[in-house]
């Protein structure tokens, strides 16, 4: 059973970057079309980004776009949220998730596997 676990999270200054990881362990991601979720203090989960198993293409949020880039990397088995110009409203726990051989998507219930999250606090 693959498990997924994410790291990189932490407190940043409005405008400053960070670099969220997801290692796997207990299988390859390499077929997985992988996703970055997060929640936010009393809100729903919503979609960030994500990243095609096979084309490698991406999608990410219109409120990422231009400042968030998902990018894996297969030999290593990570998948990557590299995040810019951070923003109070990004603060959240952010989480990634796996869809097996799935299509690009942002629906919550394409994916089957979801790590425990990690906090990402921007400070204004």
């Known amino acids: 059973q693959v498990q997924l676990v994410e790291s990189g999270g932490g407190l940043v200054q409005t405008g400053g970057s960070l670099r969220l990881s997801c290692a796997a362990s207990?299988?390859?991601?390499?077929?997985?079309?992988m996703g970055w979720f997060r929640r936010a203090p009393g809100k729903e989960r919503e979609f960030v980004a994500a990243?095609?198993?096979?084309?490698?293409?991406?999608y990410i949020t219109d409120s990422g776009k231009g400042r968030f880039t998902i990018s894996r990397d297969n030999a290593k088995n990570t998948v990557y949220l590299q995040m810019n110009s951070l923003k109070p409203e990004d603060t959240a726990v952010y989480y990634c998730?796996?869809?097996?051989?799935?299509?690009?998507?942002?629906?919550?219930?394409?994916?089957?596997?979801w790590g425990q999250g990690t906090q990402v606090t921007v400070s204004s």
């Open positions: 998730a796996a869809n097996y051989l799935g299509t690009l998507g942002e629906m919550e219930k394409a994916y089957d596997l």
């Open positions: 207990g299988g390859t991601l390499s077929s997985y079309t």
């Open positions: 990243i095609s198993w096979h084309t490698d293409s991406a």
